[in-house]
Structures are given as C-alpha cells and as structure tokens.
C-alpha cells in the first residue's frame, strides 16, 4: 500500500512537524494544566481523531473544496473562533479545581470539545492536503494512503502531545490543591484558548 522507505521517511518528517508546538499541543497543555491528566489524554485523543477525519475528508477530495472556496474556509475558522472564545469563558467561570481524578463525564466532554477544535481549524485541511500528496503513489489506491499516512501521522501527535499532557496534569493537579493557585490555572486555560482563538482568527488561507 505504502513503500515502507516512503513509509519511513513520512514518519521522520510527521515527528518534526509533531515536535513543533501548535494549536493541538497547546490545547492539550491547557486541559492538563486545569483538569489533570485523563482530561489532558481525553483531550489528546480527541485531537487525534479529529485529525483522522479531516485526513479521511482530505483523501475523498471535500478537502480541495475548503481550499479553493474562500467563504467556506471562513465559515469553519469563524466557527472555531467562536468555539474556543466559548471554552475560555468556560475556563474562566469554572470555580476552584478540585484536587483529585477527573470525572468520567468531564473526560469524554473534553474529548469532544478537543475534536470539535479540531474539525473546526481548515488550516488542518490545508496541512494535510500540503503534506500529504507528496509521499502518495497516484499508482496505488490514493484514499488508502490518505489514511496510512494520516494514521501515521496521528500516532506520532498522540505520542508527543500525550507526553506534554501527563507533564502538564501532573503539575496542575499538584497546584490544584491550592484554591489560589487553581483559580490561575483556570486563568492560563482561558488564556491558552483565546489565544488559540486569535491564532485562528489571523489565520490566512495562502
């Protein structure tokens, strides 16, 4: 399906691009630092299957629509925008962490809230529509690929960011027992994900 010399050099060029701190490392360090380590994986694996649908969209082609069709790459950015504005308010109202093992619940909305940020960023679309084809055979089966290499791609993300997420909850569950000191966790979150939110905003399509 995929050489496995194409294989190998695609996983070289994933882990750089994943070892580079960007909007889904970022908001895995802030859901570690507020709500501990299962919200920092939930969060983490939520980044990485919405990665893996935007590489399935990417690979049936609705990906090319986004890229050539301005006001439908606005539609999804200003959706996003607007998602993670919501999230900081969130990040902010929220009262005092408390010291212990996140809820269950609270894991799988964090789970959602991670893919939803990420299906709403067509800048990953456009990453992947960029990266992608130059290690994709036109010969062999392109979706296939599409999917190979996206998988590859995930799992490399899910590795570093899951790394970044553990670090990030082990410190924000030991500030957490401190009132104080959760309250600005709360504020750091806030603040990761309105700038996020900028980011996204000032995103262009070039």
Known sequence: MVEPSVLAAFAVAGLALNLTPGADMMFTLAQGLRSGRRAAM???????????????????????LVAAHPLAFDLIRWA????????AVQALRAGPLRA??????????????????NLLNPK???????????????ARPVLAQFMVLGLVFATGGFVVNGLV???AGSIGQRLAQSAALSRWLGRASAAIFAGLALRLALVQRG
């Open 124 to 138: 990953v679309i456009l990453f992947i529509l960029a990266l992608l084809p130059q290690f994709i055979d036109p």
């Open 165 to 167: 997420g553990l670090f």
């Open 80 to 87: 996003g925008v607007a998602y993670l504005l919501v999230l």
């Open 42 to 64: 939930a969060a983490n694996a939520g980044i990485a299957l919405g990665g893996l649908v935007q590489t399935l969209v990417a690979g049936l082609g609705l990906g090319a």
């Open 100 to 117: 212990g093992a996140v809820a269950e619940r609270s894991a799988a909305r964090v789970f959602g809230q991670a893919m939803m940020v």
